[in-house]
Nanobody, 123 residues
Framework: HVQLVESGGGSVQAGGSLRLSCAGPRYSYDTYCMAWFRQVPGKEREGIAT???????TYKDSVKGRFTISKDSAKNTLYLQMNTLKPDDTAMYYC??????????????????WGQGTQVTVS
């Protein structure tokens, strides 16, 4: 079982920045596709950024140019740098790990392991 633990959420004013972190086992960061998702009450969990085993990144249009996904395998940590935050970014943010090197999609079912979530509130 892969345990992922997010941190770094909080409350921030519109236009501000936050950096989320996700700690887990090293082999996940070296090998597998990982992602950040977010969810607001009453809506589906939405994938917003992925990084594959070769560090190739993709982003949903809603966050492209504002958010950056990265990983530090030496620290066993996945990051999401969020800049120019908007109220619409308010959500619970989750990190996730797949069991494939390449990212197969944005669906929740494409990822096998999840963190517990960290809340981001933008006002």
């Amino acid at each position: 079982h892969v345990q992922l633990v997010e941190s770094g959420g909080g409350s921030v004013q519109a236009g501000g920045s936050l950096r989320l972190s996700c700690a887990g086992p090293r082999y996940s960061y070296d090998t597998y596709c990982m992602a950040w998702f977010r969810q607001v009450p009453g809506k589906e969990r939405e994938g917003i950024a992925t990084i594959d085993g070769n560090a190739v990144t993709t982003y949903k249009d809603s966050v492209k140019g504002r958010f950056t996904i990265s990983k530090d395998s030496a620290k066993n940590t996945l990051y999401l740098q969020m800049n120019t935050l908007k109220p619409d970014d308010t959500a619970m943010y989750y990190c996730a790990s797949a069991t494939t090197i390449y990212c197969m999609g944005w669906e929740r079912g494409d990822f096998a392991y999840w963190g517990q979530g960290t809340q981001v509130t933008v006002s």
